[in-house]
């Protein structure tokens, strides 16, 4: 059966199903979606009719994909391996080997996914393609999929394509991956990862928000202060370093992860949170950001990129002198935007956002500051609007929610500080470790498109972003690197909030 958003129940594993994965013996099936799936199983999550069939160029067959699978879980398990739940998983997994751009590929998967279904008595006619390619490829595999008849649905056979991005390089690019997509598959079988949103406290600011009735009416421009979210990294570039220097941060971070915290901060409530109703509203934000103008963007934008420096003790190399990075590169390690939702809940409230690598900390958090009190009865000097009230969102690695509230200390006198009230994922109920996929995964397999991105969302992101990276690709920038690895980024971040009488929320 197909399912509508009324039928969806997130405790219960979806239907019997097909699970398709594409570049079957790249690192992303090893690293997450092959223990994604297996940590499904193990809270009762897979289908009870669940088969994967991985399909690479790599030269192969079940008994190889298994025995590979089997020693990669070794190291890529999130928790100890349960050898009975594995042996079981493992002997529904299966492998075809063959070039994506050879038709015979998909004609040998069709046949290959009936003689599965056949011998694991998979019923209908379900099944999910995870394209883990490069994304050149997105486009010329969901084509010979929709070539092969592979993509028709029918009443009892959903098809969906997960994809990750990044969905396109610019505007253009984006809506001609969306255009190739559209020829074969209609907008309700695309689902596009965006991993941040299986994260824990992401997914929790919609409940914090819209199960709360205590925070929602001072959520908007007449309490609020400033929002800042920040997506800060010490690592560098690992082993993407081509990849990084082709994208930079403001495509590869800002784009996507971070415009979709923003939208689900600034979102107004939902009618329900089926898929739709939460993307109309996330897609209304970015819509309420006007692109800037290429004058806006120098007084709005920072990018940055690092020099040499110490991290965690130890010696780490500039940007320009990582593996695979051009000795000469200008692609930003860091961004830092100030951007207005120009609505009526929003105007004048800014929004900074700023993400680098190789930068003092891993740390992703939103911020939200509150103005101050319109008297201060207690002697306190006002410097700004802004007042000591902040509810600070951590989303990684600590995943926690903090209110600064002001408070007497006890004693005779008063003396008025700012404390923490605190709420600790960790003491409210500890999951073991996961991969993030898992929601993401478990959400296509029960046909929820909530955390995924839609087209019109994918579109408007890049319309916020684009005259950035415009005006940046025009005016090369002359200072890079300029900031050192293992600071909190370039001095002229600091002024950009500095300008407006704020500062980064930096942790200690
Ligand atoms: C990915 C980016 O989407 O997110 C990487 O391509 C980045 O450059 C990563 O390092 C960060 O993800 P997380 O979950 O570790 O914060």
């Known amino acids: 059966m197909l399912q509508t958003n009324s039928t969806i129940n997130h405790r219960q594993p979806g239907p019997p199903c097909i699970f398709v994965i594409f570049g079957a013996s790249g690192d992303l099936t090893k690293r997450k979606l092959i223990p994604a799936l297996f940590n499904l199983r193990c809270v009762g999550l897979l289908p009870s009719k669940f088969a994967v069939i991985g399909v690479a160029i790599t030269q192969g067959n079940d008994a190889s994909f298994r025995d590979q699978m089997s020693q ?23 492998y075809i080997s063959g070039d994506f751009n050879d038709a015979a590929v998909f004609t040998a998967l069709k046949e290959k996914m009936e003689e599965v279904r056949t011998a694991q008595q998979i019923p209908g006619g379900n099944a999910v393609f995870n394209l883990a390619v490069t994304p050149t490829l997105f486009g010329t595999v969901a084509a010979k999929l929709g070539e092969a008849g592979l993509l028709n649905e029918t009443p009892d056979g959903y098809r969906r394509v997960i994809i990750e991005k990044p969905f396109g390089r610019d505007l253009d690019s984006a809506r001609q991956l969306n255009r190739d997509l559209h020829h074969c598959l209609d907008e309700s079988q695309i689902y596009r990862i965006d991993h941040y949103l299986g994260k824990e406290t992401v997914q929790n600011i919609m409940v914090f928000r819209f199960a709360n009735m205590i925070f929602e009416p001072n959520w908007n421009r007449r309490y609020v202060d400033s929002v800042q979210i920040t997506v800060a990294e010490s690592l560098g570039v690992e082993n993407r370093g081509g990849y990084l220097d082709h994208y930079g941060v403001l495509r590869d971070m800002l784009q996507n992860h971070m415009l979709s915290v923003l939208s689900l901060i600034a979102m107004e409530p939902p009618g329900s949170i089926s898929g739709d109703a939460v993307r109309n509203e996330k897609v209304k934000v970015l819509d309420a950001i006007r692109p800037m103008e290429p004058e806006e963007v120098i007084e709005n934008a920072v990018r940055g990129q690092y020099g040499a420096g110490v991290i965690d003790g130890q010696p780490v190399p500039a940007y320009r002198s990582e593996p695979s990075v051009s000795p000469t590169s200008n692609t930003e390690t860091f961004a830092a935007v100030r951007l207005y939702v120009e609505n009526w809940r929003w105007a004048d409230v800014p929004f900074y ?133 293992g600071s909190w980024g370039p001095a002229a971040a600091d002024k950009l909030l500095a300008r407006d009488g704020r500062a980064w929320e930096n942790p200690a």
């Open 72 to 94: 990669d879980i070794k190291q890529f398990a999130t928790h100890p391996v349960d050898e009975t739940e594995w042996n079981q998983f493992i002997s529904s997994c299966f």
């Open 353 to 485: 956002l700023r993400t680098g690598k190789r930068l003092a900390k891993h740390l992703t958090q939103v911020v939200i500051r509150f103005k101050r009190t319109p008297l201060m009865l207690f002697g306190e000097k006002a410097h700004s609007e802004a007042g000591p009230n902040a509810l600070i969102l951590n989303i990684q690695p600590e995943e926690s929610i903090t209110i600064m509230i002001r408070a007497k200390r006890p004693g005779p006198a008063i003396v008025v500080d700012t404390i923490p009230l605190d709420f600790d994922y960790n003491e409210f109920g500890k999951q073991s470790p996961a991969t993030g996929y898992e929601t993401l995964l478990h959400d296509c397999m029960i046909g929820d498109m909530t955390l995924f991105h839609r087209e019109d969302s994918v579109d408007a992101s890049w319309r916020i972003v684009s005259p950035i990276l415009d005006v940046w690709g025009a005016l090369p920038p002359r200072d890079f690197p300029d900031y050192e690895a």
